[in-house]
């Protein structure tokens, strides 16, 4: 349960303070875990950090332009730069803002995704705490996020920026049922809400097993993360900024850190659930969890810049209507294949992925011929009936 | 050492539950009052926590801190006035009155039953329970309280069903 006295930070600073300085059992304690946290929360940060430069060499690439390329060998310290420069910026804070609010909105933003963390391991034996409930703990921190978002829209004291608070949390709670879903097939599969259990559990990479489960994790995630194509939020045609429009400085700086850490913890949280985390052959665990966070951390960018935004309205149906009957169907799939098989040899293992990959090629274009949304016939009609009302 | 660090958390975290419960009431603001309840409810998943009820912690956490509070704080921006409502109404005494009996009838509960303390060593179907809260819970749910489980999900059918109907295109 508590691995913390196995970690070797942790012992090693434990000793260090009660032994060599003789100080109290409590601060030697207080101080190790302290030291743990440090190299967690850092490092989580500092891969954040390098995501935003990546992000925008990547999508640079994708549009054919060079980007970033004048701070540090290609531009590696182009995100060190602009946070210098976000320090140093005007503090302002508009007349009609809820001070209190609209300072503490930043904070209750980047705290759970740091919370969060606390389950993550980052590789065999790396983890700060290992609880039985560990998926469901990390979708209760991101739903605090949705906190921060109202906090900030309301607080901000200016229209737009409450109209995209408003679209945002619609947006996140709406997306957050098929999220949960995706992640309950996965805890019936492994049997376990333990991240290292379902680790372990992994004796074929959960994609394979489950690729519905996966593709609407994604969707879902990007949805709940504030991605294109679902950045309505911040659809800068319609709301200005949404609700960061009234932020500058260091606490603009602290949203943006927050929003490109998010997607490393969801790039954690696949590489956990459906890419067997930390095992693979040859290269160290620790390595081979970073290699598959950036995998996945390249594939957001590439969605990024390849996918146009989508309407507000066609994003709340899209979640209704579309992925919650299909995770409806991974779930049931799912159940009744492990109440079939309750512990699969080789054999019936992958007949459940021929199976898995069959229900998933036909619910896809099946769903969307049931669904109907926003086809140029329906959107067409729309237009017909809204000229006939004037 | 762990029981003064269990007592200390104990008393941080009900200082935060009841001075958070205590704002929602006096502070004007409706948006801050909706806040401030989440503060409480916090306060009330980390004394969950303490307890070793890690699942209900997560879900006080989930269903009220991040779907109660979200759904009440979007029903205060939606009504008028919202920084500058509270203000007192001609049901006051009445809602006195009311407050006051749940008050007296909670804490004659509390005082009246009977609170056993558990053994140190837990007797077998106990002891699988503080190990996998979320199976045990899931067991006892489908089979010695599957019929008011079954009723509840009617229940939430049928306000699937009604909110649907509500907005229904015609």
């Known amino acids: ?390 | 050492m762990e029981n003064a660090f269990k007592e200390f958390a104990f008393w941080s975290l009900a200082v935060v539950t009841v001075l958070g419960a205590f704002g929602v009431v006096r502070t004007h603001n409706m948006f801050r009052a909706a806040l401030l309840l989440v503060v409480s409810f916090v306060g009330v998943a980390g004394i969950f926590a303490l307890v070793n009820a890690e699942f209900l912690a997560v879900v006080q956490l989930l269903v009220y801190a991040g779907g109660v509070a979200v759904l009440v704080i979007f029903a205060a921006m939606i009504t008028s006035n919202v920084t500058e409502s509270n203000s007192s109404t001609r049901a006051q005494p009445f809602a006195v009155l009311v407050s006051l009996l749940l008050l007296s009838a909670l804490v004659f509960s509390v005082v009246q039953a009977e609170w056993s303390l558990l053994p140190d060593v837990l007797p077998e179907p106990l002891a699988a329970v503080f190990v996998d809260t979320p199976a045990a819970i899931g067991r006892l749910l489908l089979d010695q309280f599957l019929l008011p489980f079954e009723i509840a999900g009617v229940l939430l059918l049928a306000a699937v069903i009604g909110a649907l109907s509500l907005v229904r295109e015609r």
Request: net charge negative.
């Open chain 1, 1 to 390: 349960m508590s691995p913390l006295k196995d970690n070797s930070i942790f012992s090693w600073t434990y000793e260090s303070v009660a032994n060599t300085l003789g100080g109290p059992e409590w601060l030697a304690y207080g101080l190790g875990a302290m030291a743990v946290i440090m190299v967690v929360v850092n490092g989580f940060l500092l891969i954040g950090t390098i995501f935003t430069w990546m992000e925008r060499k990547v999508v640079s690439r994708f549009q054919s332009r060079v980007g970033p390329n004048r701070v540090g060998p290609f531009g590696i310290l182009q995100a060190i730069a602009d946070a210098v420069k976000l320090l140093f910026q005007e503090d302002i804070v508009p007349r009609r803002a809820d001070r209190l609010l609209f300072n503490a909105a930043p904070i209750v933003m980047l705290a759970p995704s740091l919370l969060a963390l606390a389950v993550i391991p980052f590789g065999s034996g790396s983890y700060v705490a290992d609880i039985n409930i560990a998926v469901l703990y990390v979708v209760g921190m991101s739903g605090i996020a949705s906190l921060a978002v109202l906090m900030a829209g309301y607080s901000s004291g200016n229209k737009l920026a409450l109209l995209g608070s408003m679209r945002a949390v619609a947006m996140l709670l709406s997306y957050e049922i098929p999220l949960v879903m995706a992640l309950l097939g996965i805890t019936i599969l492994a049997g376990s809400m333990s991240m290292v259990d379902i680790i372990e559990a992994q004796s074929v990479p959960f994609l394979l097993v489950s690729p519905l489960g996966a593709l609407i994790f994604l969707i879902a995630m990007s949805a709940e993360l504030n991605r294109p194509p679902f950045d309505v939020t911040e659809a800068e045609s319609e709301l200005v900024g949404g609700y960061l429009t009234e932020y500058s400085g260091m606490k603009f700086g602290v949203f943006y850190l927050a929003e490109f850490s998010n997607v490393v913890l969801a790039g954690a949280l696949f590489a956990i659930l459906f890419l067997d985390g930390w095992e693979w052959a040859v290269l160290p665990s620790h390595l081979w969890f970073l290699i598959k966070v950036f995998g996945f951390l390249f594939v957001a960018s590439w969605v990024r810049a390849t996918l146009p935004r989508m309407r507000i309205d066609h994003i709340l149906a899209f979640a209704w209507k579309y992925l919650f009957p299909l995770s409806l169907v991974n779930v049931v799939a799912l159940a009744m294949e492990t109440i079939a098989w309750p512990d699969p040899s080789p054999v019936q293992l992958w007949m459940m992925i021929a199976i898995n990959w069959g229900i998933a090629f036909t619910a896809i274009p099946l769903m969307s011929l049931v669904t109907n949304l926003g086809t140029p016939a329906r959107a067409g009609q729309r237009v017909v009936q809204t000229e006939e009302v004037n």
